[in-house]
């Protein structure tokens, strides 16, 4: 912790300084991916905290997820500014409007709903309107959006029509859906988390004794991801600022990506007119990216066009000079994949983290083909995106048995042991050990949760020496709070949407052909100028290696008539910008990716129906999902068995030997000689002549004598895989918790605040 208020300012650039002297009146910074702009803002609070310009008290920063609003708490402690609020909008809004709920509507404030589509399939079977799975999702979306943008559903039809929304349905279902939603809500007593931000602003207005409360709390205020603001958010914020200036907002309108939300960049971009005093601070020092990575961003949005790009920043590396970016082109999706996997494995191999690279596609669809290669490859992985890491069975239940031993740490007659030595002892007794099992699924998921929290463990001592078994249960507490989970020990695969806010060491944006990036529906041009925005988002979170790919079709055989990207036009090797004369389109300089072997020329079609086969996972499997199985059950299990004895003598995850898929497709066509067995999709050269006798044999119904080899060296044969690693689903609406700390808030119990990373939630969907 700093030792003064000077102290506070040590290490911080020119840029950073203006920002965090900049104490009085309305400010704007305007921060550049990787620039430092939540190190600014937090030394700005500490510094007029510890400077006794600012009572920690009457702060409120408010950011956009639960994790950035742990993080910047986190900071400010560690800065000497622990009493300072950092919160999101519904974590803010809804601690105000649990307090002041009786006071000004009188009765029980009406329940939160988790989630709101069971509702929403509700309303729109009473409209008679029939929704399947994709719809259901998209009018729930919808009705978000008229709820952040204050339309109501009798105003929806028009205002869709003025704003060329690209509608799910007709709009004049969607607005009876809406209806409908609204009053099955009111009926019941249930508010959603849009309702928490309309309930407490109608307050505000209304209630001209609540509004001087809040503002007398509350006197200065920090918004940091300023861009991404939607309408309804601007004015709780106005209402709490009351007329007042102390107001300081940080953005960046070249990272804005969730319009479709209803967030705007309009309210950062015209800060200065609404308010001609303000300071404004620019920062474009980038101690993020490499020169080649930050050059490669600089060039992407050299070529936008509209309101945002006027205002783009020009970034400057601060970073010494790494390795290109590489552009690769693939024959097709599944060597994509492979081509992805191996060259992670290679910097794994040598010396970077798993959790340090990450794989970005632009929708989730997309990761199915990586999860397999990389489950091919023995590369750990983790969807971003899946369940919690607090909310996870096995960590609630880690929780619960720390904190019984940090209670029986502190009998006298115990014997100390360093916290470490604490968390391995109990955690032993769940499942957890040095080595991981093999295999994968529900086993491994569980050993990586706790393996995340020994080495969680292993960091807080090594920060906090002096520190004991119930400073690190408090700890865990915290973090749960804030959402804020370790770092699990595998490859990030994550949407674009997703990876706002974070890096890694090394980056592959992956699927980057027209009609992915950017996507079909991108009709207008300011939705085309959208999907930039969006690369140049997954640009700037590589630090170091920097890879870009695309495949000419979608499977093995396939026409081939895909084209990469038009954002890439001028900046990968031999390519021309839009409209430029010359370049050789995607040929020269272009490496080329083959996925390491040789690949089926043909289309691959149903064994069953003749259907040409597109999905990887059928693909494998060489019929449709739905077609008949002639499945050999007895085969299958012999299979099974085998493969968890070779794993086991190997060292190696299960699916590394063969992954359930292949095994599947093997116990159901039977091959009776090698030809057969290597026409299966998953039994590659080095896997037939590892093991193809001992498969023969196990087909046959012989024992398989082989031993073992000491070393399956690549595991990479199989062009995909089932997903048997670690699985997730869509991410769970989350819940933020704390205490109450505000002076009027004394009463509030202890309780769910927000439905935590509402942005993220929008991009998953």
Request: some cysteine; aromatic content about 6%.
């Amino acid at each position: 912790m700093p030792d003064s208020a000077d102290a506070v300012l040590d290490g911080l650039d020119p840029e950073q300084r203006a920002v965090a002297t900049a104490l009085h009146g309305p400010v704007c910074v305007l921060a550049g991916a990787g620039t430092g702009k939540t190190r600014a803002i937090t030394h700005r609070i500490a510094y007029g905290v510890r400077a006794g310009v600012l009572q920690p008290s009457t702060v409120l920063a408010v950011t956009f997820t639960a994790r950035a609003a742990g993080e910047m708490r986190g900071r400010l402690r560690q800065l000497g500014a622990g009493g300072v609020q950092a919160r999101t909008f519904h974590a803010a809004a809804l601690r105000q409007l649990q307090y002041f709920w009786p006071r000004a509507i009188g009765g029980e404030m009406p329940r939160i709903m988790d989630r709101k589509v069971q509702l929403v399939a509700e309303a729109g079977a009473r409209s008679r309107i029939r929704l399947d799975r994709s719809e259901l999702r998209d009018v729930t979306g919808e009705i978000e959006w008229c709820k952040v943008t204050q339309t109501v559903p009798e105003e929806y039809p028009a205002v869709a029509a003025k704003t060329a929304r690209d509608v799910p349905r007709d709009p004049a279902e969607v607005a009876r859906i809406y209806a409908t939603y609204e009053q099955l809500k009111r009926d019941r007593g249930l508010i959603d988390f849009e309702d928490v931000l309309l309930l407490t602003v109608g307050v505000l207005q209304d209630r001209p004794d609540v509004a001087d409360t809040v503002r007398s709390q509350y006197q200065h205020f920090v918004v940091d991801e300023y861009q991404d603001v939607s309408p309804l958010q601007q004015r709780l914020l106005e209402l709490w600022l009351g007329g007042r200036g102390n107001l300081c907002v940080v953005g960046d309108a070249s990272q804005t990506i969730y319009s479709f939300t209803g967030a705007t960049p309009d309210y950062l971009l015209g800060f200065r007119t609404r308010h001609p005093d303000a300071t404004v601070v620019k920062l474009v020092r980038d101690y993020r990216s490499t020169p080649q990575v930050v050059g490669l961003a600089n060039g992407l949005l050299g070529q936008a066009r509209g309101h945002a790009a006027a205002h783009r920043l020009e970034l400057v590396s601060q970073r010494e000079p790494g390795p290109d970016p590489v552009y690769t082109e693939y024959p097709d999706e599944p060597a994509e994949a492979e081509g992805a996997a191996r060259r992670i494995k290679d910097l794994i191999d040598a010396g970077v983290r798993p959790s340090e690279i990450a794989v970005l596609y632009r929708i989730n669809a997309q990761s199915e083909v990586y999860e397999q290669a990389l489950a091919d490859a023995g590369v750990p992985y983790q969807l971003r995106g899946a369940e919690r890491f607090f909310e996870r069975p096995e960590v609630r239940e880690a929780g619960m048995l720390l904190r019984g031993a940090a209670r029986a740490a502190a009998d006298p007659g115990e014997q100390p042991e360093t916290v470490p030595q604490q968390v391995r002892a109990v955690l032993s007794s769940r499942g957890w050990a040095s080595e991981p099992p093999a295999g994968s699924g529900a086993v491994r998921d569980r050993w990586e949760s706790l393996a995340a929290l020994v080495r969680l463990s292993e960091d807080f001592a090594v920060a906090r020496p002096a520190a004991e078994l119930s400073d690190f249960v408090a700890e865990l507490d915290e973090r749960a709070n804030a959402q804020h989970a370790p770092t699990v020990e595998g490859v990030t695969l994550a949407s674009l949407h997703a990876a706002k806010g974070l890096e890694w060491d090394a980056v592959f944006l992956v699927g980057l052909t027209e009609g992915t990036m950017p996507i079909t529906h991108a009709k207008t041009d300011e939705q085309v100028e959208e999907e930039r925005r969006l690369l140049y988002v997954g640009v700037t979170r590589a630090r170091l290696h920097l890879s870009m790919s695309w495949a000419l079709s979608r499977s093995p055989g396939g026409r081939g008539g895909r084209r990469p990207s038009r954002f890439m036009d001028g900046l990968r090797p031999g390519s021309a910008p839009r409209g430029a004369r010359g370049g050789a389109g995607g040929q020269g300089g272009v490496e080329r990716g083959s996925g390491g072997r040789s690949r089926r020329r043909g289309p691959v079609l149903c064994r069953v129906c003749g259907r040409t086969l597109s999905d990887a996972g059928e693909i494998k499997l060489m019929r449709c999902e739905d077609c008949p199985s002639d499945l050999d059950e007895a085969l299958y299990d012999r299979l099974r068995g085998w493969r968890s004895e070779q794993a086991k003598a190997l060292g190696q995850p299960a699916y590394c030997v063969f992954t359930d898929k292949t095994l599947l497709a093997i116990a159901e066509v039977r091959p009776s000689d090698e030809q057969g067995l290597a026409a299966i999709p998953g039994v590659g050269a080095r896997k037939l002549d590892k093991f193809g006798a001992d498969v023969l044999a196990l087909c046959t119904g012989a024992e398989p004598d082989g031993e073992p080899d000491e070393e399956l060296d690549g595991a990479g044969d199989e062009s995909s895989d089932d997903g048997t690693g670690p699985e997730g689903g869509e991410e769970a609406v989350g819940a933020e918790y704390g205490a109450p700390d505000e002076p009027f808030e004394e009463a509030l119990p202890t309780g769910p605040e927000e439905a935590a990373e509402s942005s993220s939630e929008e991009a998953e969907k």
